[in-house]
């Protein structure tokens, strides 16, 4: 179940780079607020990929529950109830306010990550062949 894969470690550092980039310089309309979330989805998704050896859609599917459930605790205003108000890592990381788009960028962040999937499958199937 434990492995090492260092291709998706790479991307996930290499996303990790740009995330933290675009938090702390970035304050447009439009990267910032969507396709950090569009990204945040495809950097968890790498992280798993890169230390745990589970089924792509799996993976896909947990990290998505995962966002959605990050997403939903933002609908509580969890950083508030936890007394985090003033971190601002803790208003970066887990985000402080639910809205309907994030959601919809993190749908588009998993099928872009399974079309690479399956586009890379393909390419490898197609190597051997």
């Not at 304050?27 to 792509?56: E, M, Q, S, T, W």
């Not at 529950?65 to 939903?72: D, I, K, Q």
């Not at 609908?75 to 003033?86: A, R």
């Amino acid at each position: 179940m434990i492995t090492f894969r260092p291709t998706y470690f790479i991307l996930m550092l290499c996303l990790l780079a740009i995330e933290i980039c675009i938090a702390l310089f970035l304050h447009d309309p439009i990267i910032r607020p969507y396709i950090g979330d569009l990204l945040v989805v495809v950097l968890i998704y790498c992280f798993v990929r890169a230390f745990f050896k589970i089924p792509v859609i799996q993976t896909a599917i947990l990290v998505l529950l995962f966002s959605f459930a990050v997403e939903g605790l933002q609908y509580y205003n969890i950083v508030e109830k936890l007394g985090l108000q003033n971190n601002k890592v803790a208003r970066i990381v887990i985000g402080t306010s639910f809205a309907w788009m994030d959601i919809y960028m993190y749908m588009i962040g998993i099928i872009l990550v399974l079309v690479f999937e399956y586009w890379i499958d393909a390419k490898q199937f197609k190597s051997i062949n």
